[in-house]
């Protein structure tokens, strides 16, 4: 329905970053998300390992 000469109701205001609601939402958030991502996270390495060549230097005594 439309009616001439009226405005629709203004929105209310958003809610602040202060708000205690709105942190804890946030942080749960953030929480999830790393729970999400788990173990992957800590993978340097695809599933063939490191293709680089190693270091190997020559045996050293020590003291010597």
């Known amino acids: 329905m ?3 000469g009226s405005s629709p109701p203004s929105a209310p205001p958003p ?3 202060s708000d205690a609601e709105v942190q804890d939402a ?3 958030e953030r929480e999830r998300a790393r729970r999400a991502r788990g173990r ?3 993978i340097l390495t695809g599933g ?3 293709p680089s060549e190693a270091s190997i230097g020559n ?3 020590l003291g010597y």
């Open 26 to 28: 946030a942080l749960r």
């Open 48 to 50: 063939e390992g490191d």
């Open 15 to 17: 809610p602040s970053k």
């Open 40 to 42: 992957a996270s800590t």
């Open 2 to 4: 439309c009616f001439v």
């Open 59 to 61: 045996k050293k005594l």
